[in-house]
């Protein structure tokens, strides 16, 4: 059975109803980045930090998986898939994807800010400001910020080079290290892209098709395209 690997992005969940960061019209139209996603803030102003998340919370237990999401899980009737999400909600899972790798944590989860390890599921969208882990220490959004460390890139590179088939979606590959992940699999190895815009595949050689379209309306199309052309 042939490996797939799903690299997904903001896009994805844009047709969702998602805000996104880096639209003119995104989240990060009427905030700072400075001031609710950097580990200075977490410290400086924890109200503004823990609102800003709650929002983002209550936003996405409003929304649904899209044709996108459904579509990359139909994959793993035909292949072993493994997805690859910038995305920090859930809507991958709500699809039916089993196994899925959030780069840059997950909205749902809280952590400790004293173990990076002690992570707890949120019940509902509301994170207390006083809220306490089982270590007795305040708990932050399991997010990671700017300027902090990209914990499961490592494991993401490693799915990456086992990929027969990557498949990318929603994604401008601008963000990194997140975006040199394209660059992980191994030579020869066919590379589809769904996105409307012009991700930077600079030193990328193996993209096979690019459908400058958005994730809810293309995706479904490539992923016939594949199982078509792959499934055994």
């Not at 989240?27 to 700072?32: D, E, V």
């Not at 493994?82 to 952590?111: F, I, P, W, Y």
Request: with cysteine; glycine share 8%.
């Amino acid at each position: 059975m042939k490996k797939i690997v799903v690299f997904t992005g903001a896009g994805v969940s844009a047709d969702s109803g998602l805000a996104t960061f880096r639209d003119s019209d995104g989240l990060w139209a009427n905030y700072r980045i400075e001031d609710v996603c950097t580990p200075q803030a977490l410290i400086n102003n924890r109200a503004q930090v823990i609102e800003f998340y709650n929002i983002r919370r209550k936003e996405l237990l409003g929304k649904a998986p899209n044709d996108g999401h459904i579509a990359i899980a139909r994959l793993e009737q035909y292949f072993d898939v493994e997805v690859v999400t910038q995305n920090v909600d859930d809507l991958h899972e709500r699809a039916g994807s089993t196994k899925v790798t959030h780069l840059h944590g997950e909205l749902k989860k809280l952590r400790s800010m004293r173990d990076e390890n002690a992570v707890y599921p949120i019940e509902g969208w509301e994170q207390g400001l006083e809220d306490r882990g089982a270590d007795g220490a305040l708990l932050r959004p399991h997010i990671v910020f700017f300027g902090e460390s990209v914990p499961m890139f490592d494991k993401a590179t490693r799915i990456a080079a086992k990929a027969d088939i990557m498949l990318v979606v929603g994604t401008s590959l601008a963000v990194y290290p997140a975006a040199s992940l394209i660059r992980y699999v191994p030579s020869g190895t066919p590379i589809y892209m769904v996105d409307p815009g012009e991700p930077d595949v600079h030193g990328v050689y193996n993209l096979t098709k690019h459908l400058r379209m958005r994730s809810a309306e293309g995706t479904p199309q490539i992923v016939d395209e594949i199982i078509a052309k792959y499934a055994k």
